[in-house]
């Protein structure tokens, strides 16, 4: 009888043992997740010709149709770097002779909003997973090139300045573009705990350009150019 009572105690205290070490493998399954993340974005191909290395934070919520499988909703916003193109300039129309190579620089973001089909692996402290979907994105683009001008004279104590006034270098917009479009990402990730660290791919159809006669093709494309996006996005969060 005292046999029996010993292991009866002893079979409840290791299966306590192994639901609390099970309970801290994983937070709690939840029919609804959310997340939020930040990374590194990174052009490829010919758009890292054109825009440099950035950023990017995202929100998602995620409906678990299955402990397996589920639907993200996800709003992501990419900041990008500058790069300089230099363009020939010419001082009238007619000036075919004494072009002067000159800067210009874009300024752009992306945005974002996709859903996307959920691969998980249920349990476990360390859970990977892979992710397929569309989405649509917005990509506005400001084209500025240095400039000139005359500034009078100011004070300003809430700028800590007071300037004689005299000529100094301006950024000139000489251009402001928006392009709104369909694109798809897929990629994968791990989940540590109540944290995640994930890799992208998005690929945007961006609009089609015909290459005007007598126009500077700064692309190495031939034919009529496409805007089409290429990305790769790491991003670290957390997912509750």
Not at 212 to 226: F, I, R, Y
Request: with cysteine; aromatic share 16%.
């Amino acid at each position: 009888m005292r046999l029996t009572t010993t292991l009866v105690i002893a079979t409840a205290l290791l299966l306590g043992q192994s639901n609390a070490s099970h309970a801290q493998s994983a937070p709690p399954d939840k029919r609804v997740n959310f997340s939020f993340g930040a990374g590194w974005t990174a052009p490829t191909s010919n758009v890292r010709d054109r825009f440099g290395d950035g950023y990017n934070f995202n929100l998602g919520v995620q409906v678990n149709a299955t402990p397996v499988i589920g639907i993200e909703f996800l709003y992501g916003f990419n900041g990008l770097g500058e790069k300089n193109i230099q363009i020939p300039v010419h001082a009238a129309p007619v000036d075919s002779v004494d072009a002067v190579p000159t800067d210009f620089f874009a300024n752009t973001n992306m945005q974002y909003g996709t859903v996307n089909l959920i691969m998980q692996r249920p349990i476990g402290m360390v859970r990977p997973y892979g992710l397929v979907g569309m989405g649509v994105y917005y990509r506005p683009v400001e084209i500025t090139t240095p400039s000139v001008g005359w500034v009078n004279g100011y004070c300003d104590p809430y700028w800590y300045v007071c300037y004689p006034g005299g000529f100094v270098e301006t950024d000139r917009i000489i251009g402001d573009r928006s392009s709104t479009d369909f694109g798809m990402d897929f990629g994968g990730g791990v989940h540590f705990g109540y944290f995640y660290a994930e890799l992208r791919y998005h690929y945007i159809w961006g609009p089609k350009f015909e290459v005007p006669a007598g126009a500077v093709n700064v692309s190495n494309e031939s034919g009529d150019l496409k805007a089409n996006g290429k990305f790769f996005l790491t991003t670290f969060g957390v997912r509750f």
